[in-house]
């Protein structure tokens, strides 16, 4: 049986996946959910590109998910007039109101309230920290003068982080609930908001969503902001993923703090049992390169040793050379080190009685009874995916096979670690019904005769009801006719 990997990889779209072959290959090697970034998106575009990975899914037999990626209050400067190259203690203005080209005394800033929010002595950082300036003045109207403490060349429309001052801008931007509204029109399987900063952007979004879709569609909190992971356990209580989105995290906090809140939001994600991303950089040397640096083979195998559902690409998939190629590395990296005995999962029974606390506790001790016994595999069969999030969440080391009639969420649990989704809608008899399940799961490669399966099913099986049954079975045969 060959070897199949359990972390899930999330590729973003981009010019260097647009066709049809690419995105076949992309799937062939392990990609499990496509990013739309919606910071660089045109709609008609990625209709285009959602239509080829439905197709590849139904004619491929995949469950690709697609998760859309929204802006979030990004800020930048605006085009400049020409090359412009700022030297240590040179003054500068930020200017907002009209659009304007830039020069080396004033530059535009797409932030409106940028005047009214800054306070002297806070820093202004451009292009991804490259170039750091510090308040001086603002006139509280629309003019903010800088002084500059690391130089260089100040491009067109760079990203600008603040990372000591209070924003006042929405964490959902005008462009933003455009982008989420089109989103929902797609029926896409996640949604993310970036620059989380408190529970309150992720009840925006929510409602949002509940105006515009009769289905849920679960959120993704991208961490990239200091009051983020300071507002962690409210976040995690209003979204259901989180990503830790290290690009932006590491410019508004130092670089090397990155490290620790990133094991630190991985653990927060386990114990709330929510799937957890990580982002920026992964396979970075291999937008141009066939063969990522040791360093980068390190980070994705320890973002894995952290417990990640998921390791994300960004560029790397979106404009780089190789879009086939670095899932192929990445699957072989994820394979090789996701069954380690070194890993540790939180293991905190569930203790809370809330309404589903047998469901929980049911999910809990079949993952921990199937290593005890050395199960080949966990199935389930559900309508909602919650028992599919449960288990994903204990890592038990066996195959977790979610068998569901709801269309919608046979591609959403593309994310979530070690579980392989597929489509069932005979709802019967328990026995026949997991007489069936056990069937497909031994057509489909993941069970051989004499092994153990754990079947979790809600009795009776018609009402579809919240899992409260557990059995074991041991495979006396496997027809694989």
Same mark, same amino acid.
């Given at each position: 049986?060959?070897?199949?990997?359990?972390?899930?990889?999330?590729? /973003?779209?981009?010019?260097?996946?647009?066709?049809?072959?690419?995105?076949?290959?992309?799937? %062939?090697?392990?990609?499990?959910?496509?990013?739309?970034?919606?910071?660089?998106?045109?709609?008609?575009?990625?209709?285009?590109?959602?239509?080829?990975?439905?197709?590849?899914? $139904?004619?491929?037999?995949?469950?690709?998910?697609?998760?859309?990626?929204?802006?979030?209050?990004?800020?930048?400067?605006?085009?400049?007039?020409?090359?412009?190259?700022?030297?240590?203690?040179?003054?500068?203005?930020?200017?907002?109101?009209?659009?304007?080209?830039?020069?080396?005394?004033?530059?535009?800033?797409?932030?409106?309230? =940028?005047?009214? %929010?800054?306070?002297?002595?806070?820093?202004?950082?451009? %292009?991804?920290?490259?170039?750091?300036?510090? &308040?001086?003045?603002?006139?509280?109207? *629309?003019?903010?003068?800088?002084? &500059?403490?690391?130089?260089?060349?100040?491009?067109?429309?760079?990203?600008?982080?603040?990372?000591?001052?209070?924003?006042? !801008?929405?964490?959902?931007?005008?462009?933003?609930?455009? *982008?989420?509204?089109?989103?929902?029109?797609?029926?896409?399987? #996640?949604?993310?908001?970036? =620059?989380?900063?408190?529970?309150?952007?992720?009840?925006?979004?929510?409602?949002?969503?509940?105006?515009?879709?009769?289905?849920?569609?679960?959120?993704?909190?991208?961490?990239?902001?200091?009051?983020?992971?300071?507002?962690? $356990?409210?976040?995690?209580?209003?979204? *259901?993923?989180?990503?830790?989105?290290?690009?932006?995290?590491?410019?508004?906090?130092?670089?090397?703090?990155?490290?620790?809140?990133?094991?630190?939001?991985?653990?927060?994600?386990?114990?709330?049992?929510?799937?957890?991303?990580?982002?920026? !950089?992964?396979?970075?040397?291999?937008?141009?390169?066939?063969?990522?640096?040791?360093?980068?083979?390190?980070?994705?195998?320890?973002?894995?040793?952290?417990?990640?559902?998921?390791?994300?690409?960004?560029?790397?998939?979106? &404009?780089?050379?190789?879009?086939?190629?670095?899932?192929?590395?990445?699957?072989?990296?994820?394979?090789?080190?996701? %069954?380690?005995?070194?890993?540790?999962?939180?293991?905190?029974?569930?203790?809370?009685?809330?309404?589903?606390?047998?469901?929980?506790?049911?999910?809990?001790?079949?993952?921990?009874?199937?290593?005890?016994?050395?199960?080949?595999?966990?199935? /389930?069969?559900?309508?909602?995916?919650?028992?599919? =999030?449960? @288990?994903?969440? #204990?890592?038990?080391?066996?195959? @977790?096979?979610? =068998? /569901?009639?709801?269309?919608?969420?046979?591609?959403?649990?593309?994310?979530? #670690?070690?579980?392989?989704?597929?489509?069932? $809608?005979?709802?019967?008899?328990? $026995?026949?019904?997991?007489?069936?399940?056990?069937?497909?799961?031994? !057509?489909?490669?993941?069970?051989?005769?004499? *092994?153990?399966?754990?079947?979790?099913?809600?009795?009776? @099986?018609?009402?579809?009801?919240?899992?409260?049954?557990?059995?074991?079975?041991?495979?006396? /045969?496997?027809?694989?006719?």
């Amino acid at each position: 049986m060959p070897i199949r990997k359990k972390t899930k990889i999330v590729a /973003t779209l981009g010019p260097a996946s647009s066709t049809k072959e690419v995105l076949k290959g992309m799937l %062939d090697e392990g990609v499990n959910v496509f990013r739309i970034n919606f910071s660089h998106a045109d709609y008609s575009d990625v209709t285009e590109r959602i239509n080829m990975i439905r197709e590849l899914n $139904d004619e491929y037999g995949y469950n690709a998910a697609i998760l859309g990626d929204l802006q979030g209050p990004k800020l930048r400067v605006g085009v400049m007039k020409e090359e412009v190259i700022v030297n240590p203690g040179d003054e500068i203005i930020f200017a907002t109101g009209e659009r304007f080209e830039g020069t080396k005394e004033r530059v535009y800033m797409t932030y409106k309230t =940028f005047p009214q %929010d800054a306070k002297p002595g806070e820093r202004i950082l451009l %292009d991804d920290g490259k170039l750091i300036f510090e &308040v001086v003045s603002s006139n509280l109207k *629309d003019e903010v003068v800088a002084k &500059v403490i690391q130089g260089g060349p100040l491009k067109s429309k760079k990203g600008v982080n603040l990372p000591n001052t209070n924003i006042s !801008q929405p964490a959902l931007t005008k462009k933003d609930i455009e *982008d989420a509204i089109f989103a929902i029109g797609q029926r896409v399987d #996640w949604i993310a908001l970036s =620059f989380v900063r408190h529970a309150e952007d992720l009840m925006q979004l929510r409602d949002l969503i509940k105006e515009h879709s009769e289905y849920k569609i679960p959120i993704i909190a991208k961490i990239e902001k200091p009051e983020a992971v300071e507002n962690i $356990d409210k976040i995690v209580s209003q979204c *259901d993923g989180l990503m830790v989105a290290r690009g932006d995290l590491g410019v508004e906090v130092p670089a090397e703090e990155v490290p620790l809140i990133q094991k630190q939001l991985v653990l927060r994600a386990k114990k709330a049992r929510i799937p957890v991303i990580i982002a920026t !950089q992964m396979m970075e040397t291999m937008i141009d390169s066939l063969t990522p640096t040791r360093a980068e083979v390190n980070d994705v195998a320890n973002s894995v040793m952290d417990g990640a559902d998921a390791v994300m690409l960004s560029g790397e998939t979106s &404009v780089g050379k190789y879009p086939v190629q670095v899932i192929k590395q990445m699957s072989d990296i994820l394979k090789s080190v996701e %069954d380690s005995d070194l890993i540790k999962v939180p293991q905190l029974p569930p203790h809370i009685r809330t309404n589903r606390y047998i469901t929980k506790s049911i999910c809990y001790h079949a993952a921990n009874m199937a290593n005890e016994i050395n199960a080949k595999g966990i199935s /389930t069969l559900t309508n909602s995916g919650y028992t599919a =999030f449960q @288990i994903s969440a #204990w890592r038990p080391s066996c195959h @977790i096979l979610v =068998f /569901t009639s709801n269309k919608k969420i046979l591609t959403r649990l593309s994310l979530l #670690w070690g579980v392989k989704a597929f489509y069932y $809608d005979k709802f019967v008899s328990t $026995d026949e019904t997991i007489e069936d399940v056990n069937a497909m799961a031994c !057509q489909k490669g993941y069970l051989e005769a004499g *092994d153990m399966l754990i079947s979790l099913a809600a009795m009776p @099986i018609q009402e579809k009801g919240m899992v409260n049954t557990l059995r074991v079975t041991e495979i006396k /045969t496997c027809n694989l006719s």
